[in-house]
């Protein structure tokens, strides 16, 4: 005995078109909601990272600073 879809083939193929047009449209939109997160520029990072210099550890502040010792700003300052 044969069962048979009750939407039939053709209805089944046009779900799965719609299905797969939502899932790609939300990835787009998900992208660029994700890209909104990249525009804090350089006084947003800057900030970020003077908060997160308060909450270091001695030998974190260190660590950091012996990381950041050759890093320079794209003005040519040096990061840290």
């Known amino acids: 005995m044969v069962f048979r879809s009750a939407t039939g ?3 089944t193929r046009r779900r799965t078109r719609g299905r797969a047009f939502l899932l790609g449209a939300s ?3 998900s992208s660029l909601w994700c890209a909104a997160a ?3 520029g350089l006084k ?3 900030m970020v990272g ?3 210099t308060q909450f ?5 502040t260190l660590a950091v600073a012996d990381l950041l010792r050759d890093d320079l700003l794209a003005d040519g300052k040096p990061s840290g």
């Not at 270091?56 to 974190?60: C, K």
């Open 38 to 40: 990249f525009a804090w």
């Open 9 to 11: 083939p053709r209805r």
């Open 50 to 52: 003077d908060i997160a």
């Open 56 to 60: 270091l550890t001695p030998a974190a």
């Open 44 to 46: 947003g990072h800057a």
């Open 27 to 29: 990835l787009l939109l």
